[in-house]
């Protein structure tokens, strides 16, 4: 099992004439994905890598039996990107990848609250999308299939990161110690995402072939805060490990700046690395000092729980 997408999904590739777009729909359709069509107006009739291109995704739908995509990855100027993520929507698409980044936080937060009310989930902005080790990728995620392969095999750990990078640093290292990996999600960076922490853990706990979760997570933002509350109000069955980005920073020197990520700005004391780590541990989530100590800490869990 997995979740958010399998070996049955398929999807969209918005703006798939892009330079960028064109290398991540080869680096999909080679990992196994089933990438049904792509939009970029003006340019019907033409293909990228065998994949049709179409001026709307109601022509998709159209194209496709009337049978709307179950997602998209959204790869278009962020001036474009509401227009695209709302029309992807409102033709019935559920599952919704945002790559593109300095999107206007008021575009962000318009394009959420759609989405909750169409009932679809949007991962990102700023992400490098969704993969399951062995069936399917939906976005950049792990890069060329031949290196997706080696850094993401089939396993028992769920991985959310905030960093697209260390989405697959991380997925390697549980690879390499035998654990590998259900699901691996890369979030997003921004201030403002779709799927936090907190709203993907029950899809986690719901998928039987996982047994623990990863988070990489950084200073700035609330979704640590979310999560440890998540954590403290369920009777999980998940133990949760988490690495905290930048965690021997001067906290002093740290106010006001961006770390890493458009979402990592520290306002005040409590978005710093060491009050997280304190509310993630004080939830029973144990934050490591190092990425490789990661798979010694999921182990001594679910050890703990058998």
Not at 124 to 144: E, F, Q, T
Not at 253 to 276: L, Q
Not at 278 to 301: C, M, N, S, Y
Request: charged residues 25%.
């Amino acid at each position: 099992m997995s979740i958010l997408i399998n070996e049955e999904t398929t999807f969209i590739v918005q703006g798939i004439t892009g330079r960028e777009a064109v290398n991540l729909t080869r680096e999909c359709l080679d990992f196994g994905s089933k990438i049904v069509g792509g939009v970029t107006p003006g340019r019907k009739g033409r293909d990228v890598h065998g994949v049709p291109v179409f001026d709307t995704v109601e022509q998709v739908v159209e194209h496709n039996g009337g049978v709307a995509p179950d997602g998209s990855v959204v790869t278009v100027p962020p001036a474009f990107t509401k227009d695209a993520v709302l029309e992807a929507i409102a033709a019935g698409v559920k599952t919704i990848v945002i790559v593109t980044e300095r999107i206007p936080r008021r575009d962000v937060a318009q394009m959420v609250e759609f989405a909750d009310m169409h009932g679809a989930r949007i991962i990102g902005p700023n992400c490098l999308g969704i993969i399951v080790p062995g069936v399917a990728k939906m976005g950049g995620v792990g890069g060329p299939a031949k290196d997706a392969q080696k850094a993401y095999q089939p396993g028992v750990v769920g991985v959310m990161s905030r960093s697209g990078g260390m989405t697959t640093e991380i997925s390697s290292t549980l690879t390499a110690a035998g654990l590998g990996v259900s699901t691996a999600v890369s979030i997003g960076g921004d201030a403002i995402i779709g799927q936090t922490y907190a709203e993907l853990m029950p899809l986690f706990e719901a998928d039987e072939q996982t047994e623990a979760i990863v988070i990489y997570t950084e200073p700035g933002g609330r979704m640590e805060a979310q999560l440890a509350e998540w954590q403290t109000e369920n009777d999980s069955r998940l133990p949760i490990v988490a690495f905290m980005a930048g965690r021997f920073m001067d906290e002093e020197e740290m106010k006001g700046m961006s770390f890493g990520h458009a979402g990592t700005i520290v306002e005040g004391k409590e978005d710093t690395a060491t009050e997280k780590i304190q509310r993630l541990e004080a939830a029973g989530i144990p934050v490591v000092e190092r990425i490789d100590a990661i798979p010694d800490a999921v182990k001594a869990k679910l050890g703990d729980r058998a």
